[in-house]
């Protein structure tokens, strides 16, 4: 099939690759001039394991191209809307300009018969409104809401392997063609008897947004529990694990620690509270402000813990932190917990030198006033405290002895309980963590 990809970020990028990989003949369209070309290259523009591999072995084969010119996407089939729907400067509500945009820009290519496949994260009822915008334009070119839940990291696998898929349909006929169209798309993917809900416009769209409500609801229960653990005594680590047992809770997205952050979660519940007062339903979703207020919380807390440690006072002290993804197999410091307790620390006076293996570039970028360094080693001279707060492999790898003889203290703080404390303790380290007892 013809496919064009408007979008090339996280997630064009990654779709547009796997609909090659699935056989089909596939554009992506992006107005980033240096983007497109990184693309065309087979350069990932971010780090996603298996990606460039994907990339590389896809545009050998000629299937996939990249372009900045929309007049590539005319004669598709299907068209994916992939672009970001970022949370709104100074408001919770999501900004729709790009997803308004990128339809606008296709109907001047679209034709009847086509089919438009939104992806982006919306707010509910968005569908609806661009579904009547393409009938009256290009009347017989269809509209299908088909979300993405692809984690970073995960990515390449998570679209070609979903757990499930969505479709948003139009009613009646109309419904059944597009349906039609998008199980050809995924033709490998629904053979192998991938669970599929079909629905409305709305169901769709609000099937992601619950989802990443879902998912943040379950970090922030699990961090409200290690204050809790904090006030007591309670160890956090042992109390997820135990619940977790039952399958009805399951053990998974229960990692107590610094908590949620990144490009979905926070702006996600953000803009569904949003949506929900405009709707005139905001009380439905008032537990989501608490969610967001236990999670910010504990980057709070991490960086009293740290002042904790290093004898009341963070002026002078110099302070390595492990990590600045928002999380591990990632470059991406959207919201990133781990940036924003260097920050803190940072503007609090200590001395802070900030190792990612993969988000060194982005933070020199976006926060030239932090120091970074290229390793954890680096990192650790001298330091009067460790910090880990993105759970590297390489990070939970450390050896507490070698890595001992580099700091002038040996106090480890585990932002994400990912540590093993008795090889540490045991080591000579002061061990802290969020929601366990010193060790
Ligand atoms: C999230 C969802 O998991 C995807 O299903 C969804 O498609 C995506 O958003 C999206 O909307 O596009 P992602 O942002 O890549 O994916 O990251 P997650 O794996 O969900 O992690 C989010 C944050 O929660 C990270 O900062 C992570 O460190 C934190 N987290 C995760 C915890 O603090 N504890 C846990 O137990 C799990």
Redesign the pocket.
Known sequence: MRISVIGCGY?GAVHAASMAELGHDVVGIDVDQPKIEALSQAKAPFFEPGFEELLARTLATGRLRFSTDFADAAGAAVHFVCVGTPQKRGEYAADMRYVQGAVESLLGVLSAGELVVGKS?VPVGTAAGLADLIEAKVPGALLAWNP??????FAVQDTLHPDRLVYGLPAGADGDTARALLDEVYAPIVERGTPKVESDYATAEMV?TA??SF?ATK?SFINAMAELCEATGADVKLLADAIGYDDRIGRK???A?????????PK?IRAFMARAGELGADQALTFLREVDNINMRRRIRMVELAREVCDGSLLGKRVAVLGAA??PDSDDIRDS?ALNVAAQLQLQGAVVQVTDPAAGDNIRRSWPQLDVVDTAEQAADRADAVLVLTEWKQYRELDPVAFGTLVKQKRVLDGRNALDREAWTAAGWTYRALGRRAG
């Open positions: 997630l994260t993405e839940f692809l984690r970073e990291g992601k989802a990443n998912l970090i997205f229960l990692n620690g610094l908590g949620f952050g990144g490009g979905c979660l996600d928002f999380k917990p």
